[in-house]
């Protein structure tokens, strides 16, 4: 398949990038955190770094413009005092880097003090992550209780992040807490040639959502109680580069119940752009509530459990998408696949082996190639 070929060569960098670190034993002095005050310092003249069991002030980020070619590792428990503010708690800048969790590491937002159902929509809460990274490998993360988005990466290139956990269980709506809401897994935004890879998300939106950008690889997750595996393009008003997604699969995964398991949005009231060469490819789907897979050209966003608007538009056309080997079942009450096109707004699309069953009827106003709806 002409894509796959695509992917291959547009990840062939991959290859080259590597886990493996240099020696601890090389640490100079200073360069192992156990204050938050150290930090910064730290940053400054450390090429091997170690943040050990870190309290960060409220109101405060861990602030790490990290020096070229650097090796950072997280160890203990890194906890974030509470504040409404915007954040991040966590601010990552790095080039060349290796980024890792050692085992037993854990970076606890304490979400469970600021949710209350609305997310961005109730009181002031703070991102977790917001990172530039460029030819960077970071692995072996663990988030506990973001307050809203656990990770966003935006303006970067040769990226791989690989076995991260994103655990905001605690804010699911059954739980004796409030709920979470815009607890994102990961956002990727105006990014190229990125790997997300075999990690776990449990939360309150979209698992893995791409903003905007270019080949972008997702593969081997497993995501529970969100929104799915999604891309959202029209979050700009104007520069149509921020509203195109280009060449991105989603492969090899599992979504469990939440909302949707796939959700391809289209913003009605964005600027222009395009969603292009996208693949969808061995996704099982177990139980969402709402949709399996919605596809939608007449998003907004807007608080919870308000109702979408009634006409789509064309502003950002959805070209050659591709779901294959796409399974599983949804509740009874939801419908297992619905895709609301605008006119001139859907073509070449082709699904393949896509099966998803529920007792309500989809509903198609664009239908694939190979599929009847």
């Not at 880097?97 to 606890?108: H, K």
């Not at 791409?210 to 690889?217: A, K, M, R, T």
Request: glycine share 8%.
């Amino acid at each position: 398949m002409r894509f796959w070929c695509l992917t291959v060569l547009s990840f062939l960098f991959l290859s080259q990038l590597t886990t493996s670190q240099p020696s601890v034993g090389k640490l100079q002095e200073g360069c192992e955190i156990t204050e938050f005050s150290e930090v910064q310092v730290a940053v400054e003249i450390c090429d091997i770094l170690i943040i050990d069991s870190v309290f960060v002030p409220a109101g405060k980020t861990l602030n790490m413009n990290l020096r070229d070619q650097a090796t950072l590792y997280f160890r203990g428990t890194i906890t974030f005092g509470y504040a409404e503010w915007e954040g991040p708690l966590v601010a990552i800048n790095a080039s060349n880097a290796v980024i890792e969790g050692e085992d037993g590491a854990v970076f606890n937002g304490q979400g469970e003090l600021y949710w209350d159902g609305l997310g961005e929509w109730g009181s002031l809460k703070p991102k977790f992550f917001i990172m530039q990274l460029h030819n960077t490998v970071m692995s072996n993360m663990y988030i506990l209780n973001s307050p809203q988005h656990n990770v966003i990466l935006a303006d970067s290139t040769n990226v791989k992040l690989v076995g991260w956990v994103a655990d905001a269980s605690a804010g699911a709506e059954n739980t004796d807490v409030k709920a979470g809401h815009n607890t994102d897994g990961f956002v990727i935004m105006n990014s190229t040639n990125i790997l997300l890879q075999n990690s776990v998300v449990y939360n309150q939106d979209d698992c893995v959502v791409v903003y905007s950008g270019s080949n972008i690889l997702v593969e081997d997750f497993i995501c529970y109680g969100g929104h799915g595996l999604s891309i959202s393009a029209g979050h700009d008003d104007e520069n149509v580069e921020l509203n195109t997604v280009y060449n991105v699969t989603f492969s090899d995964s599992v979504v469990t119940e939440g909302k949707n398991a796939i959700h391809v949005k289209t913003h009605v009231d964005g600027g222009n752009g395009r969603i292009e060469k996208i693949v969808y490819k061995n996704i099982q789907i177990d139980g969402p509530s709402e949709y399996g897979i919605n596809i939608q050209e007449n998003y907004r966003n807007l608080p919870p459990n308000s109702t979408m608007p009634d006409e789509a538009r064309n502003n950002i056309p959805i070209t050659d998408l591709k779901l294959i080997n796409v399974f599983g079942s949804v509740d009874s009450w939801a419908v297992p696949i619905y895709i609301f096109c605008a006119e001139g707004g859907c073509f070449d699309w082709e699904f393949t082996e896509v099966a998803v069953n529920g007792t309500e009827a989809n509903m198609c106003t664009y239908e694939p190639t190979g599929f009847f709806c």
